[in-house]
């Protein structure tokens, strides 16, 4: 049996599997079936105590004596279905992981023999967590440890994920309860079964929402998915995340395709949009230390983000005022190849994901802009989702679009 580490993956030897999470307090585990684009088809791809049957999919309750398991079929999941995302929450509502350490164990589901474990390191603030996937990879079927929390609990998760959570209603005020009923509504159309144990996301700021894919928001509320063209400021608390951060960027081939040989930079930019230097797989330092670079990968494949950017904010010379991270293909292969590319920002720290951006789309292009960082004047940072393609197989070609991308 594997004992996984987050990020870690190992191939299925059995096609029907059941991953059950234990925790010394009762969890409510669900599962969710997703597509290409990393969402649901519908609301009847959320699996739970409540809508417990999908195809190929099954919830299984341990009755309070045992661990809730969701059970995957792989043979029986639908065409189009290329991911199963396993959570967990604790059932008590508000209840965070603080001082709770859920461990995930995969099964045969035939046999009941264990495959692998995994417990997810380092929780705090969190309510619930996507803890294991279940993947499809050229083919084949692979486990991969997540381990990745939220703060807003399971409607956090089912809301990145494309699933419907319905708010209640606040109650009304003293006066209009007194009020002569109004002429009844019509009958609304029926919706999906929704987890009455899921609080519904916290309502809006007063200021109107912005439009869809812009507008600005913070990390008060823990990990942040973001749209195209979307900004959140890198503060929480009212107090700017001035520490060492993470840029992680990922892909994969494209389905049945070959390895691809992507390669992650950033480039630094002063106040009047003018390059200072550029942090590659050929120039693995710069700006005195500030931004580091992992080091090239040459396939796309693994688990994890395939390089990853290290940036010191508070020591970064204080003429730079902006990092644009790219991707580029040296060896000419285009985007069109690459499935599932991605940035995501850590806190170096502590390795908590707080920020991501999915790559939704795709363009015969051989270079994207993939995010931005910009130093305000009050000292903060804000980090935008860009994902916009470029002619260029070089971070070279990259400098001057990004400059007028700031």
Not at 108 to 116: F, V
Not at 275 to 288: P, V
Not at 306 to 325: H, K, M, N, Q, W
Not at 352 to 359: A, G, I, Q
Request: charged share 20%; proline share 9%; net charge negative.
């Amino acid at each position: 049996m594997t004992a996984m580490t987050p990020g870690s993956n190992i191939p299925l030897t059995a096609m029907r599997v059941a991953v059950d999470v234990a925790a010394p307090v009762r969890l409510d585990v669900s599962g969710l079936l997703l597509g290409a684009n990393g969402k649901v088809r519908s609301d009847d791809d959320f699996i739970f105590y409540n809508q417990p049957a999908g195809p190929g999919v099954t919830y299984r309750s341990g009755g309070g004596t045992a661990p809730d398991a969701i059970l995957v079929d792989t043979g029986a999941l639908p065409a189009g279905v290329e991911r199963i995302v396993v959570t967990a929450s604790p059932d008590a509502a508000g209840q965070t992981f603080q001082g709770i350490e859920p461990t995930a164990t995969i099964r045969n589901a035939d046999d009941g023999s264990p495959l692998a474990t995994f417990t997810p390191p380092s929780l705090t603030t969190e309510t619930a967590l996507v803890v294991v996937e279940i993947y499809l990879r050229n083919g084949a079927w692979k486990a991969r440890a997540v381990g990745q929390g939220y703060a807003n609990g399971l409607a956090g998760i089912a809301t990145d994920f494309g699933v419907s959570v319905d708010e209640e209603p606040a109650a009304p005020p003293a006066a209009a309860q007194a009020a002569p009923p109004a002429p009844p509504a019509p009958p609304a159309p029926p919706v999906a079964p929704v987890d009455p144990r899921v609080a519904p996301p916290a309502p809006a700021a007063p200021p109107a929402a912005p439009a869809p894919g812009t507008g600005k928001i913070n990390l008060d509320k823990g990990r942040v998915s973001l749209q195209k063209n979307q900004t959140v400021s890198l503060v929480k608390g009212g107090r700017p995340l001035l520490s060492q951060v993470k840029m992680g960027l990922g892909w994969e081939p494209a389905y049945r395709g070959k390895d691809i040989d992507l390669d992650a930079s950033v480039i630094a930019y002063g106040p009047q949009r003018n390059h200072l230097d550029s942090c590659y797989f050929g120039k693995l330092t710069i700006l005195n230390g500030s931004v580091k670079h992992s080091g090239d990968n040459l396939t796309g494949e693994g688990a994890g983000d395939d390089e990853v950017i290290t940036v010191d904010l508070g020591r970064l010379p204080a003429e730079v005022s902006g990092l644009v991270f790219t991707v580029n293909s040296f060896s000419g292969q285009k985007f069109t190849e690459v499935a599932k590319a991605y940035c995501r920002l850590l806190d170096a720290a502590t390795g908590e994901e707080l920020v991501r951006f999915d790559l939704t789309t795709a363009e015969p292009q051989t270079g994207v802009m993939m995010a931005k960082l910009i130093r305000q004047f009050s000292g903060e940072w804000e980090m935008t989702a860009m994902g916009e393609f470029v002619k260029s197989r070089t971070v070279r070609g990259m400098v001057k679009p990004a400059a007028q991308a700031l």
